[in-house]
């Protein structure tokens, strides 16, 4: 599937990106907190966005792992909806997607 190099490409190194971050996330959720209640609060409240960034990350880690595969498995860029082939410019726009847009629009 050489028409889709450069999105191949692309998601692998957006794939390194999101795992560093993702890693990054947990070792500083594993630190232990401060002592002092204000300083808690606060550390208390910035692991809970942490967590949502970690858990948004690692959603599209597993997206980008499936287009992987997809491309892979040479069955990339065909809707899972209707079977027809995705826009290369929907692909470049949103590389992980699965359904065309029609579908998209559809559902």
Not at 25 to 49: C, F, R, T, V, Y
Not at 62 to 81: H, P, V
């Amino acid at each position: 599937m050489a028409e889709y190099a450069k999105i191949k490409e692309a998601l692998e190194k957006k794939l390194d990106v999101l795992e560093g971050r993702v890693d990054r996330i947990n070792d500083d959720l594993s630190q232990p907190h401060d002592n002092d209640w204000a300083d808690k609060g606060s550390d208390l409240e910035g692991d809970e966005a942490q967590e949502e960034i970690g858990e948004m990350a690692e959603k599209t880690i597993n997206k980008i792992k499936f287009a992987l595969s997809k491309i892979k498995e040479e069955s990339y860029g065909i809707c899972e909806e209707c079977g027809n082939k995705i826009s290369t410019g929907r692909l470049e726009a949103l590389p992980y997607a699965v359904n065309c847009i029609d579908c998209t629009s559809e559902s």
